[in-house]
């Protein structure tokens, strides 16, 4: 007998979406196809229609046939769905009908979390997020796995959390993300505090035990701060921070995939991470994906200032923290939401991929001839590195568990942190 547990609502307030639209997700990701999906197309008869089969199989995979730019097939110039268009919302693919929701099943309930791929999270537009648990229920009931008992997060590796431990952590780190400090030294702070648990031989605090030294540390970081300034970051650290920002860029297509194979796709990823890597600050940083503009160079993006330096602080400092804050209650950041990752990895990369989203909106003021970011550069910022987080299987392999395993023992990164913010 399958069980299927209850989705708690997100907890983050204020959170809003209601789709707009836009067709952003149609053009940004690949949609997986289930046998139900598979027999709804069918059924709909699109390969008479077109005069082709709109669905391709990869690797032993089936998938919604994409354009050579990368958007669906089905996805209209007027950005709309031509199968919503014809034959109605429930008549879509799975995965295009649950997007943005994310579930993230524990062992006794499933949270429910939030894509900040979508532009309208991302702005906050449209009906009150958490109310629309029942809907995500409902629809998650054709994806039986989303609703099934998954194993509790680890505290850290080879370490199963005990109980009250997460939620002893994910009651402290909120308050401070959300906290009266400024913007940079909160996120300092959670950086610090991943980095100071990563050291930590935590075998021996365990239960409520682990609570209270946690809420120790959060209740001193703003006076134990300043007692560890942060020196510039080291050539290297930058250079590994754009390896991070390549990876969660990472944006393989269909077409593309299909046509090269799999040695040949390999080879050019490769070539493509090196054009992320090197120190020449005269090199011109590749094409992303929803940022247009003028191509720039590394070293214009290093000298474009921090968010904190942002003529528009507060709405940035809004928008980071709603995003931070509803991936740590979506339950996006350790356990079956991010990998079966541990807390302490979770919180690692989640300060990998604030680092990121930091540059990233320095790329786009950059491109655009701004100082500093504004909140055009950081939504695009946000939405592009929050597409792969839990997502991209690479962000869950030994690439980047070597990545932050290197920023953890020689490198440090609240460096490469506080030069984006
Ligand atoms: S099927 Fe429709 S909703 Fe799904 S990706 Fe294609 S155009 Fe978008």
Not at 141 to 159: M, N, S, T, V, W
Not at 412 to 420: D, G, I, P
């Amino acid at each position: 007998m399958s069980i299927s547990l209850p989705v708690i609502p997100l907890a983050t307030p204020g959170q809003r979406y209601s789709c707009h639209g836009c067709g952003h997700c149609c053009r940004d990701f690949t949609v997986q196809l289930r046998e139900a999906d598979r027999e709804r197309l069918d059924r709909q008869a699109w390969t008479a229609r077109l005069g082709f089969d709109p669905t391709i199989k990869l690797r032993g995979q089936h998938y919604l046939r994409q354009r050579e730019d990368g958007s669906c097939i089905f996805l209209k110039s007027d950005g709309r769905c031509q199968v919503h268009a014809e034959f109605g919302f429930e008549e879509k693919p799975i995965a295009c009908r649950f997007f943005p929701y994310m579930l993230s099943p524990a062992s006794a309930s499933v949270r429910m979390g939030v894509s900040f791929a979508c532009q309208s999270v991302v702005e906050n537009k449209g009906s009150v997020y958490n109310a629309q648990a029942g809907e995500a229920q409902r629809m998650a009931g054709e994806i039986p796995e989303a609703l099934a008992p998954a194993g509790e997060a680890h505290l850290a590796r080879k370490r199963p959390a005990e109980p009250g431990e997460l939620e002893g952590l994910e009651r402290r780190l909120v308050p401070w993300i959300g906290g009266p400090e400024p913007l940079a030294t909160r996120l300092d702070g959670l950086a610090w505090l991943a980095s100071t648990l990563a050291a930590a031989n935590l075998d021996r605090v365990r239960g409520s035990r682990f609570v209270e030294l946690v809420d120790t540390l959060v209740t001193h970081l703003a006076d134990e701060l300043p007692h560890h300034p942060v020196a510039p970051a080291e050539p290297r650290e930058r250079m590994l921070l754009r390896g991070a920002v390549f990876a969660r860029l990472e944006d393989p297509k269909l077409a593309i995939g299909g046509r090269l194979g799999r040695w040949a796709g390999a080879l050019e990823q490769g070539w493509r991470y090196w054009r992320w890597r090197g120190e020449n600050p005269s090199r011109l940083v590749p094409r992303v994906r929803g940022l247009d503009g003028p191509a720039v160079t590394f070293g214009a993006v290093e000298s474009v200032h921090g968010i904190m330096q942002s003529p528009a602080l507060t709405e940035c400092d809004e928008l980071l923290t709603r995003w931070i804050r509803a991936s740590i209650e979506g339950g996006r950041v350790w356990g079956s939401g991010y990998y079966g990752w541990s807390a302490v990895d979770g919180l690692f990369a989640l300060s990998l991929s604030t680092a990121c989203v930091g540059w990233v909106a320095r790329l786009s003021a950059a491109m655009a001839g701004r100082t500093a970011p504004d909140l055009t550069d950081l939504r695009v910022a946000v939405r592009r590195i929050d597409r792969s987080a839990g997502r991209a299987p690479w962000l869950g392999g030994n690439t980047e568990r070597v990545r932050l395993a290197w920023f953890r023992q020689y490198g440090e990164l609240r460096r490469v942190l506080a030069e984006q913010y």
